[in-house]
Nanobody
Framework: EKQVVESGGGLVQAGGSLRLSCLAS????????IGWFRQAPGKEREAVSC????????FYADSVKGRFTVSSENAKNEVYLQMNSLQPNDTAVYYC??????????????????WGQGTQVTVSS
């Protein structure tokens, strides 16, 4: 069974940084693409960043390009999301998702993914 568990959320001031971790179990990272999604209060879930450790493709939402970086450490079966220059509108629950579809470099879909429980990121102004 594919499972992912997120960690690393918290409260940070605007301009600060956080690193989220996603620990995968039941599969290896080269079997499935991994994505980070977020949902803010009153808003729909959106794709933030996705990565294929198989072929190196990455996706970033326009709103996080240049600030967030996705990476992986296959030996640990972990994926990371380094978030810099955080802003209040980055406040959301962040989810790691296994088995996402990366569509070119322009989109990432989690229609058939396995979701983690989420981790809260709160950015204060």
């Amino acid at each position: 069974e594919k499972q992912v568990v997120e960690s690393g959320g918290g409260l940070v001031q605007a301009g600060g940084s956080l690193r989220l971790s996603c620990l995968a179990s039941g599969f290896t990272l080269d079997e499935y693409h991994i994505g980070w999604f977020r949902q803010a209060p009153g808003k729909e879930r959106e794709a933030v960043s996705c990565i294929s450790t198989r072929d190196g493709r990455q996706f970033y939402a326009d709103s996080v390009k240049g600030r967030f970086t996705v990476s992986s450490e296959n030996a640990k079966n972990e994926v990371y999301l380094q978030m810099n220059s955080l802003q209040p509108n980055d406040t959301a629950v962040y989810y790691c998702v296994a088995d996402v579809a990366i569509i070119g470099n322009s989109d990432c879909s989690a229609d058939f993914g396995s979701w983690g429980q989420g981790t809260q990121v709160t950015v204060s102004s």
